[in-house]
């Protein structure tokens, strides 16, 4: 089982971009959010190919299941792709919550298309705020994953980054 120093390290060599082609980076990127979730002892799922799709990766915290898309690339993610995803995780069991992680973030739209006039079942992880946040001694990603349920369930927000959860929470 790797150490969180070891995530962490493992997290700044991705971001260095050194010697990798960008699917090996969103091979390794999938891999270290599933690791850090085997190092807090999270049961999770390594990717798989159900018929007509790829699923990043699958874990339960607290009896939820939460199907994984991890993406690593240059800009922030648009809606369109998160939209595909929402689409991915309504084919599965009603309760399963969809946990998006992106290097980059997303367009400014996505968490209103996420939101409006539709059932919300995906929740949205930035990979260089919430991940790093996670990857940090004092929080888990089970810390940072039930912080953003709340949140959503509360307010329907499903773009709450953990940062600013710390911020309202120190202020």
Known sequence: MPSKDHL??????LLSLQGMTPQQRGYAFEELVLDLARHEGVPCWAPYRPKGEQ????????GRYFLIEAKWTEHQTPASEV???????????????????SLRGFAPDVPDVL???KDINVLLFHGKEDLRLALEDAHTLADVIKV?????????EVYYTFSRYLDEKAA
Request: overall charge positive.
């Open 83 to 101: 939209y595909a995803f929402h689409a991915k995780v309504e084919g599965k069991l009603i309760g399963t919550i969809g946990l998006f992680v």
């Open 115 to 117: 939101r409006y006039g």
């Open 55 to 62: 699923v990043d990766g699958l874990l339960q915290l607290d």
């Open 148 to 156: 953003k349920l709340r949140r959503a369930a509360q307010y329907g």
């Open 8 to 13: 962490r390290r493992r997290y700044d060599e």
